[in-house]
């Protein structure tokens, strides 16, 4: 099953454990639904949304766990993102891990995504 890859503020994604729901992060609550990334996304969502960042987390979500609600949809560069129109059940998700700065002060992605 693919994995869809949700990055956000440590802060939030305790919070959302601690309300058993993640209704997204302010960016999410204005546009109207849950920013996800494919891992072939992940580099580039990191540099352009959270460059130079620290206190963040990657969280992975089997993507047939999100129902009807997950559509990918054309982005940037006419690419499809996944974009999640439901609060995410913190249940769903398959793993959580930080996501740690590299020397160069670009985000370590996992090269296995």
């Not at 440590?10 to 639904?33: C, M, N, Q």
């Not at 690419?79 to 769903?92: G, M, S």
């Amino acid at each position: 099953m693919p994995l869809v890859y949700k990055i956000c503020p440590t802060i939030l994604w305790r919070d959302a454990e601690e309300k058993g729901r993640f209704d997204g992060a302010p960016v999410d609550l204005a546009d109207g639904y849950i920013h996800f990334s494919t891992g072939a996304q992940l580099a580039e969502t990191a540099a352009k949304h959270f460059a130079g960042q620290t206190d963040l987390l990657l969280i992975a979500v089997d993507d047939s766990r999100l129902g009807a609600q997950l559509r990918y949809e054309l982005s940037r560069g006419g690419a499809l993102f996944p974009h999640l129109y439901a609060p995410l059940d913190p249940k769903a998700v398959r793993w959580v891990a930080p996501l740690s700065l590299k020397a160069d002060g670009s985000h370590a992605i996992p090269a296995d995504l």
